[in-house]
């Protein structure tokens, strides 16, 4: 509701928006420069505050900062107590009494918690992605928290890179739909209420795109990648109304995304008209000066501050230098007010300055957190989210009685792994195995077995990790267990701490003596169903080549076993379709369905005298498995793709629909998928780019007309200057259940 006079009786109404407005700049203008700076300044939670202020380190300098206004926000406090803790310094010591904002990385769950984000995105399921954020929100915001540093919205094509398991894949179009569907569920439609927390998109920007896929390595891309890969998840969590973006400690172009003007103003705070602020990722405006970019502090504070970094994440350079910077007329006071104005101002939506305690409510805590409600909703999410990637002669699902079963692999019985390596405030050891997910399943006789460790030794948050690849003393006890079994099934895969952040790897096989493990007990019994674990693709060659069934499973938080066993026994049929391709070995990478077409595409490969044509000549050129792929117990079919027309003008809506059957023996959820090629344009553009999806289910011998609506949004690019244009020319439509889908279709736009 827009600000009005009413000519009847004089009364001027406000909108919320505008009284907000008005409580900041009157706060403003009685604070301090101090004061102001302070408001920038987010320290991490350095003790447990309900206790004496401890003497090491900087908790001193932290506490008097706090008493004394200087301080905006806290990270990683834990609990109501502890909230309510640093609240009451903050709010009751403090000349102004401004509350902090309480920031958490809430990434896929807080106590409860649902699959990976990686994991999520495999179910294309936004209604169910959506709740999986409302569940998080719900528990992070019953304990005092009312920010989260998510949803990490980062494109990545490098499996290498550990942190793909936080993100939603390779694709720009199911990844902002993803964004959008997580900032509405942590955001909901209103902020001040008490189960509602305000977002985090990052990182800002194309961290995704890290070289080689080494952790926080530098990043050299293409204006035409920046604009048409990296930044539309980011420009649909701004649409979406995000309140913050998170910045990231990669370059871009030679310039840290920390420091960068050209990101964080021109695009961000000027094109896209973004309201929110920016915090900095951690120390990533000290690190400025790591880079090489800035040369000291002062110059840090300086170039951070001026390219659109609002708030500083414990480089505790902001509180140290800006205040001088403003004296020597470095720095505009503006700046300062800017950045202080858009803090602020989510604070007050927040509803903060009404009650600072809101969010800190005891009762709320006991009520919420691993409420049985949210146990239904991750487990809902993970069943979603589980793909099937292989099923020879029907080997899946199980029969659930009369069979002799040996489940194999130390993954099979961890409770810790399937929480991820963002389970930060969830308890170790709560995930649902899958062995104890099987053991609901009573009609059969199921023997577990170990055989190798896949890590030795603690593991950590904080240590690397030793995996275990000579160990093989327990092979001989799992191989007798196959022998005897009617189906084996082998949970491998990767430690839930050999992906997520700093954990990227060069070899994407399955590691340690896990492969050994999977060939010897193959030689036994070849009725083997493999249960991926995983935070990223893995080159599964061997077992693509041998193993009947494949499921991928990641890491489905903490009701995984029951989800794997669910999907194992076919109480759920499985849906998911992956986010991101798999390669055949780490040499392929980047391969990606969204690939250009080059001037040298392959074509003929019969042809043995083809050798200059674009490919490796040690390895099939085409992934292991591609983007959106998923089979499911039932199977589906396509046909009758049709476009009204072939001819539409620039303004037209283009309805394009397509039958699909149910041709199987079971209902099924399937995940069709449009695709468009623009076949001439005047930057290159890919061979495919999804451009719409829907999630539908079918009874057996059910066929449903599904229909699309494209316009000259989804025909357009962004340029190599970083402009959205929509050019005439001929198109190219596929529709199917994968991007590896031929059925097809042209249009011309006119
Ligand atoms: C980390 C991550 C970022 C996280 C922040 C706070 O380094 O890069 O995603 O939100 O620090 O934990």
Not at 244 to 261: H, I, K, R
Not at 352 to 373: A, H, I, M
Not at 420 to 443: F, P
Request: aromatic fraction near 8%.
């Amino acid at each position: 509701m827009a600000c009005t006079d009413n000519p009847n009786n004089n009364i001027t109404t406000y909108s919320e928006a505008d009284l907000i407005n008005k409580k900041v700049d009157s706060l403003i203008k009685i604070m301090t420069l101090k004061e102001k700076i302070g408001q920038m300044n987010q320290y991490n939670g350095f003790w447990d505050v309900t206790g004496p202020v401890p003497d090491e380190g900087d908790a001193e300098k932290k506490y008097e900062h706090l008493k004394n206004g200087l301080v905006g926000s806290m990270l990683s406090v834990r609990g109501t107590k502890a909230v309510r803790a640093v609240q009451k310094i903050a709010v009751e010591e403090s000349r102004l009494g401004i509350p902090l904002i309480i920031g958490f990385d809430v990434i896929h769950g807080y106590k409860t918690l649902s699959p990976i984000p990686l994991a999520e995105a495999a179910s294309w399921d936004l209604e169910a992605i959506e709740k999986s954020a409302q569940v998080a929100a719900a528990e992070a915001s019953a304990v005092g928290i009312n920010w989260t540093f998510a949803p990490m919205v980062d494109i990545s094509r490098d499996p290498r890179w550990g942190r793909v398991m936080e993100g939603a894949g390779e694709d720009p179009f199911l990844g902002s739909k993803i964004a959008v569907a997580r900032v509405k569920g942590f955001q909901g439609d209103d902020l001040s209420a008490v189960n509602t927390i305000a977002a985090c998109a990052k990182h800002f920007a194309a961290y995704g795109f890290s070289e080689a896929g080494k952790e926080y390595n530098t990043v050299d891309i293409g204006s035409s990648t920046l604009h048409n890969v990296a930044l539309p998840p980011f420009k649909a969590a701004v649409d979406a109304g995000v309140k913050t973006l998170m910045n990231a400690f990669n370059e871009y172009d030679g310039v840290p995304s920390t420091g960068n003007e050209y990101l964080l103003r021109d695009i961000l705070k000027d094109e896209w008209n973004f309201k929110g602020f920016v915090i900095s990722d951690w120390a990533s405006i000290k690190e400025l000066v790591v880079w090489g970019y800035a040369k000291d502090k002062k110059d840090a504070a300086k170039m951070a501050v001026l390219a659109g970094s609002d708030m500083d994440m414990e480089s505790h350079i902001y509180i140290s230098e800006l205040e001088q910077l403003v004296k020597d007329g470095i720095i505009e006071e503006s700046i300062i007010d800017d950045a202080v104005s858009r803090i602020l101002t989510v604070k007050f939506e927040l509803g903060l300055f009404d009650d600072p305690y809101r969010y800190c409510d005891e009762t709320r805590e006991k009520e919420v957190v691993n409420s049985q409600k949210h146990m239904d909703a991750v487990l809902d999410m993970a069943k979603k989210s589980i793909v099937l990637l292989k099923n020879e002669n029907d080997l899946l699902p199980l029969k659930k009685e009369g069979q002799n079963i040996a489940l194999i692999g130390a993954l099979a019985n961890e409770k810790n792994s399937p929480l991820g390596s963002w389970r930060i405030a969830s308890k170790d050891n709560t995930a649902i195995s899958v062995l104890e997910g099987m053991q609901n399943y009573k009609g059969n006789n199921l023997v577990y077995k170990k055989g190798a460790d896949v890590s030795v030794g603690d593991t950590q948050f904080v240590n690397e990790l030793t995996i275990n690849t000579t160990d093989k003393s327990e092979f001989k006890d799992a191989i007798n267990a196959a022998k005897k079994a009617d189906v084996v099934v082998m949970v491998l895969g990767e430690h839930g701490f050999q992906s997520g952040e700093a954990r990227s790897r060069t070899d994407i096989n399955l590691p340690g003596v896990q492969q050994d493990l999977l060939e010897e007990v193959y030689k036994v019994n070849k009725n083997i169903v493999l249960v991926l674990n995983n935070g990223r693709p893995l080159s599964i060659n061997w077992a693509d080549n041998h193993i009947p069934a494949i499921l991928e499973t990641w890491q489905l938080g903490t009701q995984a076993g029951h989800a794997v066993a669910q999907v194992l026994y076919g109480d759920y049929n499985p849906s998911g379709k992956l986010p991101m391709t798999f390669p055949r070995n780490v040499g392929q990478i980047p391969i990606y369905y969204n690939h250009k077409n080059t001037g040298r595409p392959v074509s003929d490969t019969n042809n043995p005298n083809l050798v200059f044509w674009s490919h490796y000549s040690d390895v099939e050129n085409t992934p292991l498995y591609p983007f959106g792929h998923g089979l499911s117990y039932t199977s589906f079919k396509y046909e009758n793709l049709v476009l009204e027309k072939t001819v539409f003008g620039m303004d037209e809506n283009i309805h394009v629909s397509v039958d699909v059957s149910n041709t199987g023996k079971v209902t099924g959820k399937e995940v069709v998928q449009l695709y468009i090629r623009d076949l001439v344009a005047s930057t290159t553009r890919p061979v495919k780019e999804l451009k719409g999806f829907e999630l539908i289910e079918l009874q057996t011998g059910e066929t449903k007309t599904v229909k699309f609506v494209l316009n000259k949004a989804s025909l357009g690019f962004y340029n190599n200057q970083g402009r959205f244009i929509i050019e005439s020319g001929e198109f190219e439509i596929f529709i199917g259940g994968s991007s590896y889908t031929t059925l097809n279709s042209r249009f011309e736009l006119k």
